[in-house]
């Protein structure tokens, strides 16, 4: 290990991580903060009775040089813990200010009594004090060079967490409702800063500056009361802080150096989904959509300025805010004025809100959702208006809940603006004229009551009669159509399921009926940890032949419809984002391309290698492949998507009079580079089982598939009889010794077999009686074939050799024709090849599942006899060959056994 000196002790140390953290950082005290190392102490010694611990650093006092001032507690780079033990030592030796950091983030304290610390911005140099840091005057200029959660790589969750842990649990105040309150008036601080000329001369008033703590409360009260006037409907009247002075102290010291007035709301997002608790929230299915997922959406639907756009399960109000920042951009652009202004909190022209005021609505049933999305939408343009509690599915009740007198208080201007979008004539509240719909509706939970279930057509069982229970994302569906007039469009997050189950044929035949599909599947990371529920995006656009009506998209039974996968997750396994870390350049196109092509995104970015890329407002950039975050990364789903929409020239998309080499090539290259095709599809040749998830259509199994076609085939139905073998658990083992045959099949459910091996596993004798007793119950034949049909692994294998355990959901497959032998087919089905296939053809419901009917279709290249009987017998010997190798490994453990004198020992049962 490599050794430095040490700036304090002038001794060789060991470079630890720590050691090299400790070293910075003594170089950061006294070059940065102008500390002598005379004043600076490592390894100090703290009592605590008769143990002694040691500190990591610490600055003593100017005037009292056996008194210390500072305290500093390092922790190996990625190491969270360690300011348990900083207060400890805090409150041993009376330092009035600690500093915690493990080398990425960082955190300063003032140590106000044992059990309160509280966040300063900074620490004062050798020639400060502490009251000067706090007393200095702080303009929002200064807070946005000073952003908490850049600087000190933070986010307002872990922030927000912090407080609960030191202050918040104890405090016997609804966490959330005075967190909400606090980030309100900050929210107004930071906005009445930005008008006029108040950026470079008003201090901001959010700030703990020394005062006593009753006279900070007294401050922020009159701040709150300031943001409750001038944004009416978040907050009632009356509302108070509740929090005790000091509680609010340490609160105020914590949020004073966020800013949250800026583009990146993921930043509050993140913090009010942790804050609205599961009973109100997640058990109902509903959560706040990823701001990247989100922008993908709006990029690929292109709202206009002209157009109406609405989200019917608003939640966050993701989805509206984000279309308003895309088409103040277009009109940005329009008034000849550089897109870097777009998140000034001054001076836009008034077509923005104007926009804002008049053509963008949400709606959410929650409270707590609808009181958030307000706030939220307070950073686009004062848009809060349009933002209505109200319950999307039940529409039938909306007259009553409007007539109350203080929901019309809040929401009457927005609900009148609301009622202008209904055709001409209508009264009620089934039918809107929107042109863009975007939503990330609740999947979980089902409607019950019959009155809400009779509305809609989706609630109907075959037979016409109503369903007794629905699914409330399905009638979202149907509700958020008749949101939309001919022509307009819709983006929907959906459980894979909806796109691929047998069972919700129905519904994909509805929405095709009525629109023209698109399809992106999403990551089963993208709501983690909330949820792992896999999801994808349905677009479509509904049918439209008369331009007087609504934007033009003629309806057709076959067109080319495009399919795209997310394959970078954007979130680990634990649902913690991805950041991505800056690269180098990407290799420049093909030289004869290279005059059509346009620099690489790459190209443009600045910054060291390794480090974790920034956008233009300094927020680190999730790694994903939906967009290309205006140029910073590599073009995704979204741009490829733009080109295939102005080929098809649909109507929300500007499409080129001819296509060039340049737009060919692009689209080509695109498509290439990311999990996505684009497929002719016949609605009534797919009728019979009619899906549109992404992961069908990928391109791995399109190309096997196409390969396949080439050569003669069967469909398994043609050769096979395929029937489940329904009600049989199996749950014993058997080996071919106490089977009448040795020409049977099985599915593996365990990783007993894999594409490069196959695992020895442990044999199992049972009595002849049992083995009969199998076969009869089963009704299996010689070379019948078992298949697994849920689950991860569908295997078959022959059972003649080792031991396996059979999963309770298999299907037989009796032979019916001479052309495929069991063992072919067997062998097909364990091929990578086959495993490709099968999964394919998978369907979520509660596992991966393979339906009868689609097994039957499944198509296999027919080889010679030959052929077939080669792989028979390469079968049977793979299995002789591990019979004897299993018995030369019992032989090699029965010599270890004798030499260690062990031969005879059998183990403790």
């Not at 600055?59 to 900083?86: A, C, F, H, I, S």
């Not at 684009?678 to 009728?687: H, R, W």
């Amino acid at each position: 290990m490599p050794y430095i000196v040490c700036l304090v002790r002038q001794k060789a140390i060991k470079l630890t991580p720590e050691e090299a953290i400790r070293q910075l950082y003594l170089q950061v005290l006294n070059k940065r903060l102008h500390y002598p190392f005379s004043r600076i102490q490592v390894e100090y010694g703290v009592n605590f009775g008769r143990e002694v611990k040691r500190a990591d650093i610490v600055v003593m006092d100017k005037d009292r040089p056996n008194t210390v001032y500072m305290l500093v507690e390092l922790k190996k780079p990625k190491l969270k813990d360690g300011k348990d033990q900083l207060r400890s030592y805090c409150n041993a030796t009376g330092a009035p200010i600690a500093i915690w950091t493990n080398g990425d983030q960082i955190s300063y304290y003032q140590r106000k009594d044992p059990n309160y610390f509280e966040d300063i911005p900074g620490l004062p140099n050798a020639n400060q004090t502490l009251a000067d840091i706090l007393q200095i005057k702080f303009t929002l200029e200064d807070l946005i060079a000073n952003d908490k959660l850049i600087k000190e790589n933070k986010s307002l969750k872990t922030l927000i967490e912090e407080m609960e842990d030191e202050v918040l649990a104890n405090a016997g105040v609804d966490v959330f409702e005075e967190l909400f309150k606090l980030i309100f008036t900050k929210l107004y601080d930071e906005w009445y800063s930005g008008q006029g000329n108040r950026r470079k001369t008003r201090s901001l008033e959010f700030r703990n500056t020394g005062q006593t703590e009753a006279a900070l409360k007294s401050k922020i009260q009159d701040l709150f009361d300031g943001a409750k006037k001038k944004w009416e409907g978040v907050f009632s009247e009356d509302a108070k802080i509740s929090l005790t002075p000091s509680h609010l102290s340490v609160c105020v010291s914590s949020l004073e150096n966020v800013k949250l007035f800026n583009s990146n709301l993921d930043v509050i997002d993140e913090a009010f989904e942790y804050l609205i608790n599961q009973s109100s929230k997640g058990d109902k299915g509903q959560y706040f959509t990823p701001r990247y997922v989100i922008d993908m959406c709006v990029k690929m639907l292109n709202p206009q300025e002209d157009e109406y756009m609405i989200d019917t399960a608003a939640g966050s109000s993701g989805f509206p805010v984000h279309t308003i920042f895309h088409v103040w951009r277009q009109i940005l652009a329009d008034e000849g004025l550089q897109a870097s202004h777009l998140f000034s909190l001054e001076d836009k022209p008034p077509r923005c809100s104007e926009y804002v005021e008049e053509k963008v609505f949400a709606i959410d049933f929650d409270e707590k959702a609808v009181r958030v999305a307000r706030t939220l939408n307070l950073i686009a343009g004062d848009g809060q208006t349009n933002v209505l509690h109200l319950n999307t599915l039940d529409y039938e009740l909306w007259n009553e809940v409007t007539e109350q007198e203080e929901w019309d208080n809040i929401y009457n201007a927005g609900f009148k603006r609301l009622k202008r979008l209904r055709p001409k004539g209508n009264k009620d509240f089934r039918e809107f004229q929107f042109d863009v719909l975007m939503a990330n509706p609740p999947f979980a939970g089902d409607i019950k009551e019959p009155r809400m279930i009779a509305r809609y057509n989706l609630a109907k069982k075959p037979d016409g009669k109503w369903q007794s229970k629905v699914g409330r994302d399905i009638l979202f569906i149907e509700r958020n159509l008749d949101f939309l007039k001919p022509g307009g469009r819709m983006a929907i997050v959906l459980p894979q399921g909806r796109f691929n189950n047998s069972s919700d044929k129905n519904i994909r035949d509805f929405i095709a009926e009525r629109c023209r599909i698109l399809a992106v599947g999403l990551h089963g990371n993208t709501f983690k940890p909330h949820t792992g529920t896999k999801t994808s995006v349905l677009f479509v656009q509904k049918w439209n032949d008369d331009p007087k009506v609504g934007a033009l998209c003629p309806r057709q039974d076959d067109y080319n419809i495009f399919f795209a996968t997310m394959q970078k997750s954007g979130k680990d396994n634990s649902g913690d984002k991805i950041w991505r870390k800056i690269s180098s350049s990407s290799s420049p196109p093909d030289e004869e391309l290279s005059e059509l092509m346009p620099p690489s995104p790459m190209q443009r970015v600045v910054g060291v290698e390794g480090d974790f890329l920034q956008d233009v407002h300094g927020h680190l950039v999730v790694d994903h492949d939906l967009y290309n975050h205006e140029g910073l990364t590599e073009d995704g789903i979204a741009e490829a998507f733009i080109e295939f929409a102005k080929k098809e020239k649909l109507s929300f998309f500007e499409s080129s009079p001819s296509v060039t080499p340049f737009d060919a090539v692009r689209y080509q290259q695109l498509m290439d580079g990311l999990e996505a095709v684009e497929i002719y599809f016949n609605v009534l040749n797919e009728n019979e089982f009619f899906r549109y998830d992404a992961e069908y259509f990928n391109k791995e199994a399109l190309d096997i598939t196409s390969k396949i076609k080439k050569r003669h085939f069967f469909s398994i139905e043609e050769e096979y009889e395929v029937t489940k073998l329904a009600g049989f658990e199996f749950t014993k083992f058997f080996t071919s010794e106490n089977m009448e045959s040795d020409d049977f099949y099985i599915a593996l459910t365990s990783k007993n077999i894999q594409h490069e091996r196959l695992d020895l596993t442990d044999y199992i004798t049972i009595e002849q009686e049992t083995a009969n007793t199998f076969l009869k119950r089963s009704r299996l034949q010689e070379e019948d074939i078992i298949l697994s049909y849920t689950g991860i692994y569908r295997r078959s294998l022959v059972l003649q050799e080792g031991s396996y355990q059979l999963g309770p959901n298999i299907c037989k497959l009796r032979r019916k024709g001479l052309k495929i032998s069991p063992y072919f087919l067997s062998t097909f089905f364990n091929s990578k090849v086959g495993q490709v296939i099968l999964d394919r053809e998978k369907t979520l419901s509660a596992q991966p599942t393979v339906a009868m009917s689609r097994l039957r279709k499944i198509q296999v290249p027919i080889v010679s006899k030959i052929f077939q009987d080669s792989i028979k017998g390469l079968i049977k010997y793979s299995y002789k060959i591990l019979k004897i190798s299993q018995r030369i490994y019992f032989e090699a453990e029965d010599l270890l056994l004798s030499e260690l004198g062990l031969k005879d020992w059998q183990p403790t049962e």
